[in-house]
């Protein structure tokens, strides 16, 4: 249930009522919402005098549920980009999947530019699953993030792949992403609820669509209203591609959730071979924007080698999406 | 192994060379085929003075292969319709997914013409899950689809769901469609195999591509060159949707293989309010074909009642497949 | 729902009642057993008169159930091999994949004796993925086995691969298997509904528990009650085993239904290694029997060759697998 | 490649070594060890001389793999309890799923000391999939299972969630518990990598074998050796239980890792119905422990209420599980 308080009750009050009614809450302008589990279908009688109005929900997607708010979220990075709301756009982001050295972001800043692609995106804490591999720069990392934030007017979406780093990523990140793997961290999803940038949160390749939503609610109900969820492939039998891009599971949440969704065709397939047919079919999807990984020689890349693009790919796919943007309806950036 | 013996050998011979060297065989024009495992790597010798040419492949995906044959095959329903080949056409079925009634039949053929949809899908016998569903009227819905093939100059596309009743499909289809469930049939692979009709191999939800294009083999290493590829939708942990549309799977099809492929999202998907955007998802993938279930009453339709689409909700998807199509340079048929 | 009419109905009234009410129904005794779908939850007032008594179902799985008939059923194979009922037994059938040679089945029915294992498993028609693969020896193959079973006396289960000799296999066997391949296929299932003999019936490795049992119930509601259910690993994310064995399955099957269940680890694990223990693991599950793939020769197997162990890995494992059994009050036959 | 360096090299050449040879390592006893990717096939020459003896391996499965060392390792929890090494013991763990007051812990451990079980399992920080269900009760849960370890000499495994409890975890648990959403976390597994306490690594539901060998690869290469595997059930297709139990996966991980296994059937099945079962076929597995979840009164527990089992089903299927441990040659403790 999602309870909105009157305007003008004492926060001693509201912080009692929330522990006494097992409630979350956050301020919104002037307003407290609490929110409390959906199986609770009838308006606890301590909190009726302050209730301005609430709404009963059918699971625990509340806050992201078009149920509760129809119209899709708008999420701004800087001034000038819009995901979500009525801005039909879709946004193309772009970048290495790791951030390697300063020249190789330099390059790949550049071919952004070239593009008019406005974010960049590339990891610093790379989630591998052998110690072995490749782990990422880490700070320095970030650090030349920022370097080509100044230097090329872009933003940049770096990951955070655990709580312990997770307060560089968001001081560095305009958009925060959660990766696959981090996607029920409470740890990160609560630094994450509490601050007020974008995050961009990826979907478990295990976890279902109502535990992908669920961990958007944990941001949600920390009062940052910023989160834009990101389709990348979830895990099947099938192995001779890396993923399997989940668009069924695209057009569930485009129906059942107010927030902007981003899809990246880069991870799903695992080979560059089937990326650009798989953005073409995003855009089709009419979604709000595209991560696709680019690598100035993807051969000799540190990790993700098979899949990202190099920009000659990358340059002819991205003219190739505009006409179906427009087809249907979409402003490609 | 693919040998192609040299022409003009005599027929008992080519009986004895191909049970000797276990080798299954076909003629084409003049010359024979002859097909053994693809473990075997070298020429075996007794074959050697009658070989023209050989080709070792690397899995038993082989007639089916870039590598065997680098052209997409082309497959001609009538005279007029074109599958593939240089035809960069995208024909979109539809109809029913049962036929019901003659009534019911003859209205969905109706609004296929309206739309200027060329061929017309419908069930006869039904693969269902529990015998205590309806199972589809059988031969004589055979029969009424034939009356509207006359009637309208509509192609039909129908379902054999075992051998028992293969030769009746056979006869009444002008397409053989194979179901998810029929997929590893050898009794329905083999039947097709010997006919020179178009077939429509559905992929099994629980099938890997690997295993998928194996079974268009069985079809292909008996002569019938005409087999059409059709991804549906996969099983996944994933419960929301009904299945898992796989089109990283249909970019590994149309990267390795050398047939047409068609997608129904309608099965995908299993709920109709998400099977536009898929569809626009599919042309933007540049494939041969659609399959979209549509009925006159969805609500009272005998099986699949969640997916299919009224008529008008197809027409106006059916409209905005055009720009898209355009936009990758394939034609909407 | 299920409906059991009063006895001493005219066979015509029956067949009448039958279609009028859509019910699928079988003659028990003196009595008919009429059924209809489980979504009718109301008995049709024209079949109110005749009605003995009744019972409505939560889903599909009916006759199958324990709601239905709380009490597990008995199988016989003869007069002395008994599934399920009070047995208490759990029995292991033993033999190679294919039948390959007299001389193989030969050995292998040896094998059989020594170790007081009473049925003898062998494949006649192989259900592979590839046509270029060792397809089975067909009717030759069912000759070879009807010679072991007159020699040792033994019985024979083998498997129907398509309707197309499903008459062949239901002659010669003295347990129709119904292969994991063939699961949904109606033909099959059809003709073994209509005979008084075991069948065993595999679980699709893509197929929900819903949809194993509800195939059962196409056997069931044509009067053949003489059915096992088959277990043998479903299909998953996991590559390092050929598949996952569903023991959770396996509990489900025992906790809602009446039908005597038996485990296939070989199929399930791919590979010998893994066998005994698994093995180990079914009889403690304490289920109704036991397949076990094994080959004189394992290496040069004609299919599946990793996962076939040799006799001394099978006398083995058998001699383990008795106090086990005993520890959970079965007897291992 | 696994390095075994000579004894005696000096600590700031180690480091530089390391530095230079992208080389993970610890010192066992006087001896450093050097990791680095299996996929470098030759000893790098900067080590030569430095070099007692090294191993190339197949995988990025090393420290943990059979070809690096046969023997199970063997991991103490205090001075008496023995997981795998030579001791043959199969261990029961029981408790809540959560701790959720002195007074329903300190009933569970005396449920543990009755049956003479001596490690207790109970959860402070749960990883819910919704932020609006109980999340556990934190540091406040770690001091009441302080609290029963010392009242019952019993000890104690519990969860940690996320990183940033990661300190308290491993500061009052005798065994860290990383759970299967966690099993990704670098955060958690570096810290566990640096102390020298037992920790029980999950299976993520989503990963593979392969990933979750490697989870605990990052944690073997920091050089702490005492990590036990459990497998609690992976995602599939298959919704009538919670997870699919894999036991091909178990067979797997005994035949090919020198870890010791533990077996948790609570969270595959997911309803107390078929624990029993599952829990007797894990014992007929040779596994080295068992996880049951058990509550007072299963009906009220905040969480997992439906899979666990009441101290009447506990004590009852305890008591079956000896005479199979005994019959596989386990001590059951």
Same mark, same amino acid.
């Given at each position: 249930?999602?309870?909105?308080?009157?305007?003008?009750?004492?926060?001693?009050?509201?912080?009692?009522?929330?522990?006494?009614?097992?409630?979350?809450?956050?301020?919104?302008?002037?307003?407290?919402?609490?929110?409390?589990?959906?199986?609770?279908?009838?308006?606890?009688?301590?909190?009726?005098?302050?209730?301005?109005?609430?709404?009963?929900?059918?699971?625990?997607?509340?806050?992201?549920?078009?149920?509760?708010?129809?119209?899709?979220?708008?999420?701004?990075?800087? *001034?000038? @980009?819009?995901? #979500? $709301? &009525?801005?039909?756009?879709?946004?193309?982001?772009? /970048?290495?999947?790791?951030? !390697?050295?300063?020249?190789?972001?330099?390059?790949?800043?550049?071919?952004?530019?070239?593009?008019?692609?406005?974010?960049?995106?590339?990891?610093?804490?790379?989630?591998?699953?052998?110690?072995?591999?490749?782990?990422?720069?880490?700070?320095?990392?970030?650090?030349?993030?920022?370097?080509?934030?100044?230097?090329?007017?872009?933003?940049?979406?770096?990951?955070?792949?655990?709580?312990?780093?997770?307060?560089?990523?968001?001081?560095?990140?305009?958009?925060?992403?959660?990766?696959?793997?981090?996607?029920?961290?409470?740890?990160?999803?609560?630094?994450?609820?509490?601050?007020?940038?974008?995050?961009?949160?990826?979907?478990?390749?295990?976890?279902?669509?109502?535990?992908?939503?669920?961990?958007? *609610?944990? @941001?949600?109900? #920390? $009062? &940052?209203?910023?989160?834009?969820?990101?389709?990348? /492939?979830?895990?099947?039998? !099938?192995?001779?591609?890396?993923?399997?891009?989940?668009?069924?599971?695209?057009?569930?949440?485009?129906?059942?959730?107010?927030?902007?969704?981003?899809?990246?065709?880069?991870?799903?397939?695992?080979?560059?071979?089937?990326?650009?047919?798989?953005?073409?079919?995003?855009?089709?999807?009419?979604?709000?924007?595209?991560?696709?990984?680019?690598?100035?020689?993807?051969?000799?890349?540190?990790?993700?080698?098979?899949?990202?693009?190099?920009?000659?790919?990358?340059?002819?796919?991205?003219?190739?999406?505009?006409?179906?943007?427009?087809?249907?309806?979409?402003?490609?950036?």
């Amino acid at each position: 249930m999602i309870i909105h308080l009157k305007e003008g009750i004492d926060d001693n009050i509201v912080l009692a009522l929330a522990e006494q009614n097992e409630c979350l809450y956050y301020k919104k302008n002037n307003q407290y919402i609490f929110i409390n589990s959906s199986s609770v279908k009838q308006l606890p009688q301590a909190l009726e005098s302050y209730t301005e109005s609430f709404k009963v929900l059918s699971s625990d997607i509340q806050l992201a549920s078009k149920e509760y708010q129809a119209e899709k979220r708008e999420i701004r990075v800087g *001034e000038e @980009i819009i995901f #979500g $709301g &009525n801005s039909n756009n879709t946004i193309v982001i772009t /970048g290495p999947c790791s951030v !390697e050295s300063e020249e190789q972001l330099d390059i790949s800043a550049q071919n952004c530019v070239k593009n008019g692609v406005k974010i960049i995106r590339a990891g610093c804490y790379k989630p591998r699953t052998s110690p072995y591999s490749f782990q990422g720069l880490g700070k320095e990392g970030l650090i030349l993030l920022d370097g080509v934030r100044k230097k090329y007017g872009l933003k940049v979406i770096t990951e955070v792949r655990d709580a312990t780093h997770v307060e560089d990523v968001i001081e560095y990140a305009d958009i925060i992403q959660i990766g696959a793997k981090a996607m029920y961290d409470q740890g990160i999803l609560r630094a994450c609820s509490e601050i007020r940038k974008p995050v961009l949160l990826k979907r478990g390749f295990g976890s279902t669509l109502q535990e992908f939503v669920q961990a958007a *609610e944990f @941001i949600l109900s #920390g $009062g &940052n209203e910023q989160v834009i969820l990101c389709e990348r /492939g979830i895990r099947t039998f !099938e192995t001779k591609t890396r993923f399997t891009f989940d668009l069924c599971g695209v057009a569930y949440l485009k129906q059942y959730t107010n927030l902007p969704v981003v899809l990246d065709p880069s991870h799903a397939m695992g080979y560059a071979y089937g990326v650009a047919d798989l953005a073409r079919a995003s855009v089709a999807m009419g979604v709000d924007g595209l991560l696709i990984e680019t690598h100035p020689t993807p051969k000799i890349a540190k990790s993700d080698a098979a899949q990202q693009l190099d920009f000659n790919q990358f340059n002819e796919m991205y003219q190739s999406l505009e006409p179906i943007a427009k087809a249907v309806g979409k402003n490609l950036i």
